[in-house]
């Protein structure tokens, strides 16, 4: 030890008062050579502080705030540097005063001993409840850039078609042949029959000639961040928030933040917990929705059971006829739903939901939906799903109705999946887990994934063999996408 070192640590030693002061200076000495041939990466506890160092500035604050006992005479002296065990000491007597400290106060004192930690242990300065206010704050998120490519041959075909009835001449030609299918010359039918053909064929060469140009495919290049928040207010409550921002990488954007969660967990007792604010809320297995929920959702679990009931507000609602058949996404809804577990390798679950009306005064129903869903897990790595969905009401004398099954297998770092859909029109909401979801269609989604480092997934989904429900000529375009998503 250094003449130096033995000058500083003789004034802390001034500094200790009790009847125990030796027995603290030889601890304090017997640390300083413990800790001599420490690695150069930890903090030497006998090094200054600087006074343009956070920690000094902080110290400062504190005493101008009339709160430091940092010397014999009270006070601080903030004009020549400091060692780490001094500060120690100085925060280590702010902690005994912490319940006459103000928010702010408690804040700074809180950082302070995170960052003097090991002094103040030294110092025989117990910290655990500290260590515990400090660590209950924690941060987490994701980040994903995805490219998804989305085939326009349907569409392009259905804007031809559209156009070409449209036509001026075809639509005379069209009036002409019907014209004459009502009468008895069946050379005049034959006639007219060649004349709209003709004009069906000239309005689309005119068409083609017109968008031959036109784009095959459409591409979009999305990125999203999503930063995570959980801070423990205590054994009971947890605060929650997600801050997320997405935008298109080729377009640009103004990459507007949005708070997509902001909410309290409350868990007064085992197994139930109450989650209040701007929440998420998936019903069943997500294929009505499974998105942000504003409002109160209550969860009960007790062995293989899982019950829940939520009151709030679905955003993520779709589709202006929702608002046709009397509901808004700005009106309140109910839910319940219950899950168990069967055999450990089956899980079965149930679910209702509610939406209010948008017009109490019209003599209509408030819609309602109600679904059932099942997983099995067969045998190593390999699962099979389905859900159905079913609303309550009648939309042209039938119950629109959707369901889902499919298989995954999951085998080292891997896992591939495929899943048939059947949506009726009005069906549906918005806010599913589906990778993608056609009102009134049929089709097949496959997916994959795979770990290709710590934290780090590439993901693939492909739409394909879809088709209008109402109209089997009319298929739908396919639609592919494949995304890196990092965890952090």
């Known amino acids: 030890m250094t003449n130096e070192e033995t000058r500083k640590l003789a004034n802390i030693g001034a500094n200790l008062k009790g009847e125990n002061l030796m027995k603290k200076i030889l601890a304090l000495a017997a640390v300083a050579a413990l800790t001599a041939g420490v690695s150069a990466y930890a903090a030497n506890p006998f090094s200054d502080v600087s006074t ?34 001094e500060v120690a000491q100085i925060v280590a007597r702010l902690l005994a005063q912490e319940s006459q400290l ?25 910290v655990s409840n500290l260590e515990n206010k400090v660590g209950n704050v924690t941060w987490g998120g994701d980040a994903r850039v995805k490219f998804e490519r989305a085939s326009l041959k349907e569409a392009n075909k259905a804007a031809k078609e559209k156009a070409v009835a449209e ?29 709209y053909d003709k004009a069906v064929k000239t309005a689309g060469d005119t068409y083609d000639a017109a968008h031959k140009d036109d784009a ?70 997500g294929l009505l929705y499974d998105d942000t929920f504003d409002g109160v959702v209550a969860s009960y679990g007790i062995g293989q059971f899982n019950l829940q009931a939520g009151y709030g507000r679905y955003r993520e609602m779709k589709g202006a006829q929702y608002e046709v058949n009397n509901v808004k996404k700005d009106r309140e809804a109910i839910f319940v739903q219950g899950s168990t577990k069967i055999a450990d390798q089956v899980n079965i679950g149930a679910f209702y939901t509610r939406l209010e009306k948008l017009d109490a005064e019209k003599d209509q129903d408030a819609k309602a939906f109600y679904g059932v869903n099942a997983k099995a897990d067969l045998y190593k790595g390999l699962s099979v799903d389905g859900e159905y969905v079913r609303r309550d009401d009648k939309v042209a004398d039938e119950h629109p109705a959707m369901w889902t099954a499919g298989a995954a297998y999951e085998f080292g770092p891997a896992t591939l999946g495929v899943h048939y859909y059947d949506v009726d029109a009005n069906a549906y909401f918005g806010g599913s887990t589906a990778a993608y979801l056609y009102d009134n269609a049929k089709f097949w989604i496959a997916s994959g994934e795979v770990a290709v480092a710590k934290d780090v997934t590439l993901k ?16 739908l375009d396919s639609v592919w996408n494949v995304s890196l998503n990092y965890v952090f």
């Not at 639509?171 to 010359?185: I, M, P, V």
């Not at 999305?222 to 928030?241: E, T």
């Open 216 to 285: 095959e495919h459409a591409d979009a290049y999305l990125a999203r961040i999503r930063l995570n928040l959980k801070a423990q207010a205590n054994d009971k409550v947890a605060v929650k928030a997600r801050l997320a921002t997405e935008f298109d990488l080729k377009d640009g954007g103004d990459m507007a933040v949005e708070v997509e969660r902001l909410h309290a967990e409350y868990a007064p007792a085992e197994g139930f917990t109450l989650d209040l604010g701007r929440t998420d809320a998936t019903l069943g297995a």
């Open 102 to 126: 103000n928010a702010q106060q408690r804040a700074t004192v809180e950082k302070l001993a995170a960052e003097y930690a090991d002094e103040l242990n030294n110092l025989g300065v117990r």
């Open 167 to 195: 036509n001026a001449q075809v639509k005379q030609a069209k009036q002409d042949l019907d014209t004459a299918n009502k009468g008895q010359d069946e050379q005049a039918k034959k006639d007219k029959k060649t004349a």
């Open 52 to 85: 343009d160092h956070w920690a000094y500035q902080a110290v400062a604050d504190l005493s101008a705030q009339g709160v430091v006992e940092g010397y014999p005479n009270g006070t601080f002296q903030g004009e020549k540097h400091i060692t780490r065990y």
């Open 460 to 475: 693939a989904d492909y739409l394909f063999k879809g088709e209008q429900k109402d109209d089997s000529s009319k298929d």
